[in-house]
């Protein structure tokens, strides 16, 4: 199996800076890159996901970027705002199982 | 319109004793997959199934198993709960045969709790 690493595992950045989120995978044969957000006490749901034929995704405050070739992806946030406090995780999966990281707790202070 | 629902929401039990966590997918959704997700850890993958049969498992012991019924819906069930079972377990629905390739809704989790 693979085995996913997620970096940093905190982070906390002023409301309207950025903020940047990595991840590493070790099987070659992942093809499917998602970033999930779980708010305190809610359920993970998809911010945005990235296919590995593609290099790099954007929707509005947020890309993600895959270098398949060294096995590393990014969730970028831009123009953060409190309501992006969360803890992220991203995962790498293929066809049989899907990998997550341990997650990164994002706190933007206003 | 109903998202994806799990019952019960938290639970307490006993080392030794038996649970069964409960499901049903988002209308529509053939595919269920189960998670178990400890403190401070992200989820990890215990089972997946896509019109009742099995179509992945993670590495957990025997003692975890799963089905999945006519209506899709599925249950989970743990035997001779040990410590290191206590943790949130998350289902998820998907519209796909590969659950792993597309987005997973995820239901409010199940928390449980060995004492």
């Known amino acids: 199996g693979e085995n996913v690493e997620q970096h940093p595992s905190t982070l906390s950045v002023q409301e309207g800076d950025s903020a940047v989120i990595k991840c590493t995978y070790s099987?070659?044969?992942?093809?499917?890159f998602p970033w999930y957000k779980q708010e305190l006490g809610k359920r993970p749901q998809l911010i945005i996901d990235?296919?590995?034929?593609?290099g790099e995704k954007k929707d509005q405050r947020i890309a993600v970027t895959l270098n398949k070739t060294a096995k590393h992806f990014s969730l970028h946030i831009t123009e953060t705002q409190p309501e992006d406090s969360a803890v992220y995780f991203c995962?790498?999966?293929?066809?049989?199982?899907?990998?997550f990281g341990a997650g990164t707790r994002l706190t933007v202070k206003p | 319109d109903a998202g994806v629902t799990q019952s019960p929401t938290h639970l307490i039990k006993t080392r030794g004793q038996q649970v069964t966590l409960r499901c049903s997918p988002i209308?529509?959704?053939?595919?269920v997959s189960w998670y178990q997700q400890v403190l401070g850890q992200g989820p990890q993958f215990i089972f997946q199934?896509?019109?009742?049969?099995?179509?992945g498992r993670g590495n957990f012991p025997d003692r975890f198993s799963a089905r999945q019924f006519p209506n899709y819906s599925s249950e989970l069930n743990v035997n001779a709960l040990l410590l290191g079972d206590s943790a949130l377990y998350l289902c998820?629905?998907?519209?796909?045969?590969?659950?792993?390739?597309?987005?997973?809704?995820f239901g409010e989790g199940s928390r449980l709790t060995v004492l």
């Open positions: 998820a629905s998907s519209s796909l045969r590969t659950a792993h390739t597309g987005e997973l809704f």
């Open positions: 099987d070659s044969a992942s093809n499917y």
């Open positions: 990235i296919r590995s034929n593609v």
């Open positions: 995962a790498a999966a293929d066809n049989n199982d899907m990998r």
């Open positions: 209308s529509g959704h053939k595919s």
């Open positions: 199934y896509y019109e009742k049969e099995e179509r």
